[in-house]
């Protein structure tokens, strides 16, 4: 018989150690711990381990300077990394010195036991070999502690390793150009020029001799945003803007890699690595005609998809206090926001996203003299915004909210509260019938208690509606049919 998988566990949090032990070893695993980074590397020296669970931050030492020694000594021991400093920095470190998974804490265990299997069972040739550039220090471009931008901060994690084509998707507002920069600071080509162009500020006419350059009459020529970016990231944003015919230009520039400039014949190797963002839907676009599926497919080789703000509303204290401290860093007064005015912010919806935070934080710097930011000012402000968007359109710039966005935001509420010990069941009962009660009662009043007319535009049956009125408890209208 094979003997069991080892795991060895460093953190100098006794509690975690506990923790782990207990999971590893319900999961067949045997498993050493330890608190300190030294008896860590005393272990991986004496060959012992199938794995290892470190910490970064350790009394004695660095979990992560620990990674490029053991992957040195031990080329095919997994090094997986947790650390409670959940930001960009810490995934990107842990990537490019050899981990093979970097886990925020707190994380799940189930999560946990799943990326112990993959590592012991990856093929040794799978692992990346460590790199070892510098990463810039804690400048960070994103801000943000939860599961959803951990999970982000693993994706850009791992393409600062490689020059594949990104193509990042989200809402107006949400970041996508500084997920676009974080892919070329923090990646291969960071010593090259970061370009950035948008498809929708370029008038239709002009943006193949933007992208590609033009030959002028006069002689000479002039050089487009693929020769500025050589060597560096060419950063396409709102790519569904593009024209039809530019689109078939910069198709071939993916697939041969060289371009020609607009009325020049001599070919030019492209050398960038492609970012391109956009928040249209661009697989609606190409079934309606107005954007290429195979030049989709071409940029689309690994999906980013920026979550809106309302899907991220943990991390909403976290940004707004960073938005305070630009202000005050650039000048501006200390403010502070005690917790009713944290509770306003994160019942607000959002329509214009990170954008519209830092926006609202500006105004409130500029604005009040006030020290403490109560949720009457953020109530007042918001109010404000509301009132001067334009028709059909939110604080921030963003879209009326939608039937379904409506939904969602009030599902989300209704399943957290099963997380503060409110027990939750017949969960889909309950939620169909808080529906249909309100659409019923308001299609009857729409009908004058007209119940034939009312099933008809419910598209029911009349007595189907007569079962749903009488088992809701509606009340109907007298004189109705």
């Known amino acids: 018989m094979n003997p069991l998988p080892t795991i060895l566990v460093a953190d100098d949090d006794r509690s975690i ?7 590893l070893g319900r999961a067949g695993y045997q498993v050493q711990s330890t608190p300190n980074a030294a008896t860590l590397w005393q272990w991986v020296e004496e060959g012992e381990g199938d794995l290892v669970i470190t910490d970064v931050i350790m009394p004695d030492g660095s979990g992560l300077d620990l990674i490029p020694r053991i992957r040195q000594a031990r080329p095919d021991l997994r090094i997986i ?5 959940s930001n960009l920095t810490t995934a990107v470190k842990a990537t490019q010195r050899g981990a093979f998974e970097y886990l925020a804490k707190p994380f799940d265990l189930k999560e946990l036991l799943s990326v112990v299997g993959r590592a012991l069972a990856a093929p040794a040739q799978e692992q990346t070999k460590p790199a070892q550039p510098s990463v810039p220090e804690e400048r960070l471009p994103l801000i943000g502690q939860s599961t959803v931008m951990q999970g982000i901060y693993r994706s850009i994690a791992r393409l600062t390793t490689s020059d594949l084509t990104v193509m990042i998707t989200g809402e107006s507002g949400t970041g996508k150009e500084l997920v676009a920069h974080a892919l070329h600071e923090y990646g291969r080509r960071r010593i090259g020029p970061f370009v950035a162009v948008n498809m929708a500020a370029i008038p239709r006419d002009q943006i193949e001799a933007e992208l590609f350059g033009q030959e002028r009459t006069a002689g000479g020529r002039s050089p487009g945003k693929f020769e500025q970016a050589a060597g560096g990231t060419l950063f396409l944003d709102e790519i569904g803007d593009m024209p039809p015919e530019a689109q078939t230009r910069l198709l071939r520039v993916l697939q041969d890699g060289e371009f020609t400039t607009v009325g020049g014949r001599a070919p030019i190797r492209a050398d960038v690595r492609i970012v391109a963002a956009t928040h249209r839907d661009l697989r609606q676009a190409i079934r309606a005609g107005a954007f290429r599926e195979d030049l989709y497919y071409r940029l ?26 630009q202000c005050r860093d650039a000048g501006g007064p200390f403010k502070v926001l005690d917790e009713t005015a944290i509770e306003r912010l994160q019942a607000w919806r959002w329509p214009g996203n990170v954008r519209e ?3 609202l934080m500006r105004r409130i710097t500029a604005l009040h003299p006030q020290e403490s930011i109560g949720a009457d000012i953020i109530a007042a402000e918001l109010a404000e915004a509301s009132n001067t968007a334009p028709p059909g359109e939110g604080a921030g710039g963003g879209t009326a909210e939608t039937l379904a966005e409506a939904v969602e935001r009030h599902l989300r509420r209704f399943l957290s509260s099963g997380q503060d010990g409110m027990p939750l069941s017949d969960i889909y009962d309950k939620v ?21 007319r009312a099933a008809a535009m419910l ?11 009488r088992d809701l408890d509606i009340p109907v209208v007298r004189g109705g049919a």
């Open 17 to 23: 150690r506990t923790v782990l032990g207990q999971a």
């Open 81 to 85: 990394v947790m650390s409670a400093q």
């Open 300 to 325: 689309n080789v690994v999906p980013v998809r920026l979550p809106p703000l309302r899907e991220r509303l943990e991390d909403i204290p976290l940004l707004a206090r960073h938005f305070l401290a």
């Open 357 to 359: 935070l830092e926006n």
């Open 432 to 452: 169909i019938a808080e529906v249909e009660r309100p659409l019923i009662t308001m299609t009857l009043a729409a009908t004058r208690g007209n119940q034939i």
């Open 459 to 469: 598209g029911l049956n009349r007595n189907t509606l007569r079962k749903k009125i």
